[in-house]
């Protein structure tokens, strides 16, 4: 008997999508059916020409749910990759059908929504995993290793400096709209936070320096870590020895010394199929940390505490 499963896919025009098509074939799985409003979803031809494909969500449902008739084609994940503020309903509509759920960050802005997911997993027996793909990078695991490794009463010292440049089509789109991507610490940073609790242990501070629409920047100390963090969209962020040649800058110093992790995320998703797939993946519980720290965030008023818990870019922002 093949251990082969179905999938559903909701956003199949986005930018991550092609990284869970990608996954779930390589995997030997069957993406049964996709949805996007858009229709410019012609990365499926070099994927999965064969799976079925709605630009209406309930033309989509009806026939996701028409597949719970034969075992045989019932789905046994829906896969989710729709704008953030449409993660909840997108992710109680596949626990409903019957299928378990893996979605992209951030699952719910809020934690009251999350604990409703907890509710209708409960409802459904169906359950939801978060793709939080930098718990599976090589050099976050050697750092998590070297930290746990350190005498008990280490603070490690960190800057993270991340800017990954977009143009003006991002204001214009669903990411520049705070309602709909709730802001840009959320949108760009969510799974910088996941990581920094994956590494140093629990948030005990959290102060937001600087925010707006293409920038922010704040304070964050864990037990393991105090952490001056510093995100942008804006290219003109960028180190001037790095202008003209990336558009990104990945920078995360630990006591003066720069981890390297640019390199080695194409396969994440692959992994992160792969351990939810065998059980281990992360569940509600495993996200709660960093949802809980992005609403603090975006919901913060900005304060200045002194330079020492600034990061450095901020006294040009002030």
């Not at 789905?75 to 992209?104: F, K, M, W």
């Not at 140093?200 to 100390?221: I, M, P, R």
């Not at 992005?294 to 900005?302: D, P």
Request: charged share 25%; glycine share 6%; aromatic share 10%.
């Amino acid at each position: 008997m093949s251990n082969s499963k179905n999938f559903a896919l909701i956003g199949a025009a986005g930018y991550i999508a092609p990284r869970h098509m990608h996954a779930i074939k390589n995997l030997g799985h069957h993406l049964a059916v996709a949805y996007d409003i858009n229709d410019s979803v012609g990365i499926i031809d070099s994927i999965s020409p064969q799976s079925e494909f709605f630009t209406d969500f309930e033309r989509f449902y009806d026939y996701a749910h028409r597949l719970k008739r034969d075992p045989a084609t019932a789905l046994d994940y829906v896969s989710i990759c729709s704008p953030n503020y449409l993660h909840h309903p997108h992710i109680t509509a596949g626990l409903r059908l019957g299928a378990d759920v893996i979605c992209e960050k951030p699952l719910v802005p809020t934690p009251e929504l999350l604990d409703d997911l907890a509710l209708v997993e409960r409802e459904t027996g169906k359950r939801v995993y978060n793709i939080l793909q930098l718990r599976h990078h090589d050099a976050i695991l050697a750092l998590r290793q070297k930290v746990a490794a350190a005498p008990a009463n280490t603070k490690f010292d960190v800057t993270l400096t991340y800017i990954t440049s977009r143009g003006k089509w991002y204001l214009e789109s669903w990411k520049g709209d705070p309602r709909q991507s709730f802001g840009v610490a959320t949108n760009i940073g969510v799974h910088f936070y996941d990581m920094l609790h994956f590494v140093f242990g629990k948030l005990q501070d959290n102060v937001v320096h600087y925010s707006g629409e293409t920038k922010a920047a704040g304070y964050l100390e864990y037990e393991r870590a105090r952490v001056r963090w510093f995100l942008s969209i804006d290219a003109n962020d960028l180190p001037d020895d790095v202008k003209g040649r990336k558009t990104t800058y990945r920078s995360i110093d630990i006591n003066g010394e720069e981890l390297e992790f640019s390199e080695g995320f194409t396969e994440l998703h692959k992994v992160s199929y792969e351990e939810i797939l065998a059980g281990r993946g992360y569940g509600l519980e495993d996200a709660r940390h960093c949802i809980e720290t992005v609403n603090v965030i975006r919901t913060a008023s900005c304060v200045s505490d002194g330079e020492a818990r600034m990061h450095p870019v901020v006294a040009h922002l002030l």
